[in-house]
């Protein structure tokens, strides 16, 4: 298995707080992605980055940051969480682009 | 709109049968990729392919570039098959990845 690691795996917090979730490999692979999967839909990608301290949008990245300072973290945050962004998040890696993706555990986060 | 159709949605088989799950998808691609996630979520990747046809182990999957159309079949299914099966494409420009809604698979002993 990849080395991918999420933190906290479960969080229920409120409408206006901020939250910050953790992504953390040991696999020195390049690309790093955030998704979100609710029911209903798909995975959808939120954020990405192709580097340390390169990062995009994706689909669904409004109410959302990002920040990568070393190759091995990328961080996903909640500014001020709401109820639609109750959802559980996965963390993916990559090597290359067009590679398979390799996923963390996931996180569930519950925003009331 | 969906780049990416997987059906069926749900599917239950009797342990033993052959088990063909379908994907479609609206645009061009560099590679197409099955998954698997099991109940409490673990996300797997099974196969990615942009042509041809792969197997491992009683699974095998295929697909059809011209007709933009892949297949996943499991020979001899096993209740321990019993997962989603996501199908997702990544794009040939830029770095994005559409993911299908999954197909929900149980196999009854």
């Known amino acids: 298995d990849a080395g991918i690691t999420q933190s906290p795996r479960h969080k229920v917090t409120e409408t206006g707080t901020p939250v910050t979730l953790r992504c953390h490999q040991t696999?020195?692979?390049?690309?790093m992605y955030w998704y979100r999967q609710d029911p209903g839909h798909g995975l959808r990608l939120i954020h990405y980055?192709?580097?340390?301290?390169?990062?995009d949008k994706g689909e669904v990245s409004d109410g959302y940051s990002v920040s990568r300072s070393k190759t091995e973290d990328f961080l996903l945050t909640l500014e001020s969480a709401t109820s639609s962004q109750t959802s559980v998040y996965f963390c993916?890696?990559?090597?290359?682009?067009?590679?398979?993706?390799?996923f963390g555990p996931g996180t569930r986060l519950t925003v009331l | 709109k969906n780049e990416v159709e997987q059906s069926p949605q749900n599917l239950t088989a009797q342990e033993g049968e052959f088990i063909t799950i379908n994907c479609s998808y609206s645009?061009?691609?560099?590679?197409l990729h099955w998954l698997q996630q099991h109940p409490g979520g673990g996300i797997v990747s099974l196969f990615m392919l942009s042509s041809g046809k792969k197997k491992h182990g009683r699974l095998i999957a295929t697909i059809n570039i011209q007709e933009k159309h892949s297949s996943l079949h499991i020979t001899a299914s096993h209740p321990r098959d019993s997962a989603v099966y996501i199908c997702?494409?990544?794009?040939?420009?830029?770095?994005?990845?559409?993911f299908g809604t999954g197909t929900s698979l149980t196999v009854i002993p």
């Open positions: 645009v061009g691609i560099s590679a």
């Open positions: 993916a890696i990559s090597e290359q682009v067009t590679d398979t993706q390799y």
């Open positions: 696999e020195n692979h390049r690309y």
């Open positions: 980055s192709y580097g340390v301290k390169d990062t």
């Open positions: 997702a494409v990544s794009l040939p420009t830029g770095n994005q990845f559409y």
